[in-house]
């Protein structure tokens, strides 16, 4: 999926059945219009990697955290991965 919003070119890669969590500071689940508004936001976001999307209530999570992070830092983990058909992962490219 790629998407352009004022200027701000992105891409992202789908991730079916995963929703990843950050573990310091989350952000809140919004609801947004669709998958390609939550790209527009994560794109405003200053360091976001990400965003899980939640098609049956349209719920957007944008993260700082993506499969390209390690699972640790510094001995702390920094984001869980579950198993979840009804999110998807859109990864930041």
């Given amino acids: ?10 891409s992202y890669k789908g991730i079916e ?3 990843i ?5 989350a952000e809140s689940a919004t609801t947004e219009l669709d998958s ?3 790209g527009a ?3 405003r976001i200053i360091s976001c990697l990400g965003f899980n999307y939640r ?3 349209q719920s957007c999570i944008p993260t700082k955290v993506s ?7 510094s001995g ?3 984001y869980s991965i579950t198993d979840d058909p009804d999110w998807i992962f859109y990864d930041r490219i």
């Fill in 41 to 43: 936001r994560c794109s």
């Fill in 55 to 57: 098609q049956t209530d």
């Fill in 17 to 19: 059945g995963k929703l």
């Fill in 21 to 25: 969590m950050e573990l310091q500071s």
């Fill in 1 to 10: 999926m790629c998407m352009k919003y004022d200027n701000i070119y992105s």
């Fill in 36 to 38: 390609h508004a939550c």
């Fill in 67 to 73: 499969y390209r992070t390690p699972m640790t830092i």
């Fill in 76 to 78: 702390s983990d920094v």
